[in-house]
């Protein structure tokens, strides 16, 4: 989550993280798991240079703007907004991260953070959609500008009462803890009548649940914020069943809610984390219909698709993949809804509408050989 | 209220939540310093030429100092720096110094402060320690009001504003009816109104009127000690010093400056963007806006853009 201009997805690993690595590899060892799941989410791979079929830089484009206005005569839309659903808009408050995760979805986004004028903006143009229920501020990290998130929460409480939920996407807690900002607790608390906070994270990994994580989630849960995780299965992170049992396992005994599993997205530079389709919806199968999970702390496998997210049923994916090695999903999203709620929006070429109406979207799958991993000696990931 | 937090971020990172261009090594921030005490590992800002020179003097004996400098001295950086350059460095430096180095007070209603019956209090209203909020009232939302304020009255307040320890709003105004030899008390029934984002400092006094009103704009800043007396209306963003007297029934433009220990006598009004100097008493309407007044009484200083007038 996070925004480059330069067209290179710069490495940036926090002081937090280096540390964490380092004490990792201490107590587990260079080839542990463990120091595997740190090092392949944040440390720069010459796989990512390495030309391939998944060449997107977003994972869908759904910006708002107002395309079926004539040119010219189309009200200024906000900057920063993108509306796939009915009831949910994103807004990307700022593009700055602690720590730039390789595998990121945003990383091509433009950077910066949104000004007051345009957060007033948007404010006032999310008053005006009544269909609009929940907001998930993202970007970027929004807990790491906590003024900002404050200011654009007070103003969605006092001027559009229509919207009941605010969803926060962070990785603050798990890439520097140190920054996040405690005076949140205490705005969270005392808007809590007026808007319900979610506060939704990603851990990947057993290993990013320090002490000082555990006691920023207990404090936001005091504070009435509701946590959740949404994790990504990643080659060389979490794909085995006894990763991600453990991880599920300590989540549900911290409270935080388990939302999705994803499957890593088709982004450029991201082909050598992404697990074959067919087998990680088996690992899913295993992982929650083997009775080894309580039932509150199963996820649901989702994949991103150009069309938005799809969660994966029995009959999801529909015959088998091309020769180019994609599969078409079925969908039940219909391209009237996605336009009546964003007039701009324009169906991606990989999509298609079947008989009904409903969307099929190609969607590219991953890779079934081994993680390939590329090290580097520790040291000099310290010194960068 | 704000207090200091330390935390650590890189030159990079300062410039995109800036949306600005850097020049230089990534460089780690780890505290905001004014450019006099710069230190390894800081931040500061440059906005004139010799602060320019200061800051080659100490990046000649300093290393990892990150500088928000003035746009136009882009080609004239020489030392061994990050640089930042911004069309308003201070402005800019003072945002990344309350978005990343401050911490807000948790916001909370003191239990000995009393709040009345009739009060409406927005969301994340702070009242401190043996506030009296008594009245019809209404607070808005994020609004801080500090310690021994006295609120009373029809009052009604904006969001996001300041209410130091101290201040008393709402208290009646002064004004007498002579009956013979006794002094008969005006009955003060009027509306107090103070917009949003108001600041009003320590000790502040802002008079409850006979019948109407008495207004204070939005993003109107009043420092400590200053009396604000009734019926008078201080336009948006004016800001009033300490000391500073408005008898009553003053009528300040928009986006006036008045300096300290100032007064201005009952019923006059002020004209948009005034300057009034230290100490001056103004006894005569300002009519024309956007220039300075000064002295006892109070008279034109420097006409707006023009040289000082004799």
């Known amino acids: 989550m996070a925004g480059t201009s330069t067209g290179f997805f710069k490495e940036i690993i926090s002081p937090y993280l280096r540390e964490l690595m380092e004490r990792t590899k201490e107590a587990y060892g260079e080839g542990s798991k463990e120091y595997q799941a740190l090092y392949n989410q944040y440390v720069y791979s010459p796989a990512e240079s390495i030309p391939s079929k998944e060449s997107n830089s977003k994972h869908y484009e759904a910006f708002v703007h107002n395309s079926q206005e004539p040119e010219g005569l189309s009200p200024a839309q906000p900057k920063g907004i993108e509306r796939l659903y009915k009831r949910q808009l994103v807004v990307d408050l700022t593009m700055v991260c602690a720590a730039h995760c390789r595998y990121c979805l945003r990383a091509y986004y433009n950077p910066g953070s949104l000004s007051t004028e345009e957060m007033d903006a948007i404010v006032s143009w999310v008053a005006g959609e009544p269909d609009l229920r929940e907001l998930l501020v993202t970007g970027g990290d929004p807990l790491i500008v906590p003024k900002l998130l404050k200011y654009f929460i007070s103003e969605i409480a006092d001027k559009a009462p229509n919207i009941k939920v605010v969803r926060m996407g962070t990785r603050l807690l798990v890439q520097a803890p140190e920054k996040f900002n405690s005076e949140l607790y205490s705005f969270f608390s005392n808007y809590s009548k007026a808007i319900k906070f979610e506060v939704g994270l990603q851990v990947n990994h057993k290993v990013e649940l320090t002490p000082q994580v555990l006691e920023i989630i207990a404090n936001l849960r005091k504070s009435g914020v509701t946590v959740y995780s949404q994790n990504v299965l990643l080659k060389g992170v979490n794909d085995d069943a006894e990763s991600l049992l453990e991880l599920y396992d300590e989540l549900r005994y911290i409270g935080v809610e388990s939302h999705y599993l994803f499957h890593a997205i088709p982004l450029k530079g991201t082909a050598h984390f992404r697990t074959d389709l067919r087998e990680s919806i088996l690992l899913a199968q295993r992982l929650t219909c083997s009775g080894q999970l309580s039932g509150r702390a199963k996820p649901m496998f989702a994949i991103m698709t150009d069309i938005g997210k799809v969660v994966m049923y029995e009959g999801s994916i529909l015959g088998d993949k091309d020769s180019d090695g994609y599969y078409e999903i079925q969908t039940f999203y219909k391209l009237a809804d996605r336009q009546r709620w964003n007039p701009g929006y324009q169906l991606p070429s990989t999509a298609r509408l079947d008989k009904d109406g409903n969307i099929v979207v190609k969607y590219l799958d991953g890779d079934c050989s081994p993680f390939e991993f590329h090290f580097e000696a520790s040291e000099a990931i310290m010194s960068r | ?310």
């Open chain 2, 1 to 310: 209220m704000l207090k200091f937090r330390s935390n650590s971020l890189t030159s990079d990172e300062i410039a995109e939540y800036l949306q600005l261009e850097v020049v230089g090594n990534s460089v780690i921030v780890t505290r905001p310093m004014s450019l006099e005490s710069v230190l390894q590992d800081s931040l500061c800002y440059v906005e004139t030429l010799p602060e320019l020179e200061l800051l080659d003097t100490r990046l000649s004996k300093t290393s990892n100092v990150t500088a928000i400098c003035q746009l136009e001295f882009k080609n004239k950086m020489t030392g061994q720096g990050t640089f930042i350059f911004s069309p308003n460095p201070r402005f800019d430096f003072y945002r990344v110094l309350t978005e990343f180095f401050t911490e807000e007070m948790p916001h909370f209603v003191s239990p000995s402060a009393y709040v009345g019956p009739q009060v409406k209090l927005g969301h994340n209203v702070s009242i401190g320690l043996n506030s009296v909020i008594d009245g019809q009232i209404h607070v808005g939302y994020n609004t801080f009001i500090g310690n021994n304020v006295s609120i009373k009255g029809i009052v009604s307040i904006g969001s996001n504003c300041v209410i130091n320890d101290g201040a008393i709003i709402g208290g009646e105004g002064f004004e007498f009816i002579k009956d013979g030899s006794r002094c008969i008390h005006v009955p003060k029934l009027g509306r107090i109104q103070i917009g949003d984002r108001v600041w009003i400092g320590n000790s502040s006094t802002v008079e409850r009127p006979t019948l109407d009103e008495t207004i204070i704009e939005s993003d109107v800043k009043i420092d400590d000690l200053v009396h604000v007396g009734e019926s008078s209306t201080i336009g948006a963003a004016s800001q009033l010093t300490a000391g500073t007297v408005l008898a009553k029934a003053v009528k300040l433009g928009k986006n006036c400056f008045l300096g300290v220990n100032c007064s201005v006598k009952q019923r006059i009004q002020i004209a948009d963007d005034t300057t009034i100097g230290m100490g001056a008493v103004v006894i005569r309407d300002v009519v024309q806006p956007g220039h300075t007044f000064a002295g006892v009484p109070s008279r034109i200083f420097q006409r707006s853009a023009e040289p000082v007038s004799k």
